[in-house]
């Protein structure tokens, strides 16, 4: 269980979280069900009808360094059983953006390499690569490190390999039209998440 580092509520902490986009945490009766339909709630340290109460309570300390904001992977399905209709996905997504703002840090360093990774190689080519995407991303990470010393690469290698017969991943990036219309959308996204 996460240690509780903020005893004295932050009662302006619900606005905040509210002004990265409408989620409507206000809402929560603290039914479960998002939390009875997640698929990743097992690895997460705070479940996430426990993130909201958190948010509710102005534990921000609590809120921006536990792991469940990063474990989240974005499904959308506790947004889908949600009864009071509370964007549970987007928020998990405002409190990522939020604890890289206040410079805390990340309790889960592969997930945040993985998605910045991500977003550089989409701006870069205006779409993912797969196969120079996953080899940045194990170079940065340390993952290929880590694997290699565990002896863990060669069963990366041998799916790797399977997939390239099965022809589910290209070996030459594709072409796409409008790549500077999408590097221009990044740039806005990227400009308004940091104006004050
Ligand atoms: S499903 Fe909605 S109302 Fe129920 S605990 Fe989760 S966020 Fe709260
Ligand atoms: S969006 Fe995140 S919190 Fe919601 S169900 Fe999926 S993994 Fe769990």
Same mark, same amino acid.
């Given at each position: ?29 603290? %039914?479960?069900? %998002? ?30 360094? %536990? ?5 989240? #992977?974005?499904?959308?399905? %506790? ?31 592969? #997930? ?85």
């Amino acid at each position: 269980m996460l240690e509780t580092k903020t005893l004295c509520p932050d009662y302006q902490f619900i606005q905040e979280v509210e002004s990265y986009g409408t989620f409507g945490a206000e809402a929560c009766f603290q %039914c479960r069900k %998002c939390t009875n339909g997640c698929p990743v709630a097992f690895a997460m340290d705070l479940l996430p009808d426990q993130v909201i109460r958190m948010v509710l309570l102005g534990q921000r300390d609590t809120v921006l360094s %536990c792991n469940s904001i990063w474990i989240c #992977i974005s499904c959308e399905t %506790c947004t889908t059983r949600c009864p009071n209709k509370i964007k549970i996905a987007e928020l998990m997504d405002g409190l990522k953006e939020m604890a890289i703002q206040a410079g805390i840090a990340c309790p889960q360093p592969q #997930i945040r390499t993985l998605h910045e990774t991500f977003l550089k190689n989409v701006r870069k080519r205006g779409r993912v690569f797969e196969l120079g995407f996953i080899q940045k991303y194990m170079f940065d990470s340390g993952e290929l490190q880590r694997k290699w010393n565990n002896k863990e690469l060669r069963y990366d290698l041998k799916l790797g390999l399977k997939m390239a017969a099965k022809r589910r991943y290209l070996f030459k990036p594709s072409k796409i039209n409008g790549k500077d219309e999408i590097r221009e959308m990044l740039a806005y996204a990227f400009e308004k998440k940091n104006k004050p």
